[in-house]
Nanobody, 127 residues
Framework: VQLQASGGGLVQAGGSLRLSCLASGRTFASYAIGWFRQTPGKEREFVSA????????YYVDSVKGRFTISRDNSKNAAYLQMTSLKPEDTAVYYCAADLSMITTRQYMGDIDNYDYWGQGTQVTVSS
């Protein structure tokens, strides 16, 4: 599985961005997609995940109500719509694929359960 994240950029606080994760190499509908983010000196953290069917979505508390994860299996793509962005959302965002088909929040929120990773896209939110 190859993943390519895009859509990052510089935005003012309160603004919006939509990140995309384009996948190839395996049937897209057979794996979950997670979004994670990382800032310098900190561990990569879970942001959001969507199950293989799109039927289950999860978010870290700090982005609930502001971020929306979705996927279009016909386009081999997943998205992270980010609104009401805050300076603390500044990070490199990564998408990742989990091939297990387990859909619990605990499992999908665990970085160690993801098998493939994209290269990351920088999101910078200015105050």
């Amino acid at each position: 599985v190859q993943l390519q994240a895009s859509g990052g950029g510089l935005v003012q606080a309160g603004g919006s961005l939509r990140l995309s994760c384009l996948a190839s190499g395996r049937t897209f509908a057979s794996y979950a997609i997670g979004w994670f983010r990382q800032t310098p000196g900190k561990e990569r953290e879970f942001v959001s995940a969507i199950s293989w069917s799109g039927g289950k979505t999860y978010y870290v508390d700090s982005v609930k109500g502001r971020f929306t994860i979705s996927r279009d299996n016909s386009k081999n793509a997943a998205y992270l719509q980010m609104t009401s962005l805050k300076p603390e959302d500044t990070a490199v965002y990564y998408c990742a694929a989990d091939l297990s088909m387990i859909t619990t929040r605990q499992y999908m929120g665990d970085i160690d359960n993801y098998d493939y990773w994209g290269q990351g896209t920088q999101v910078t939110v200015s105050s």
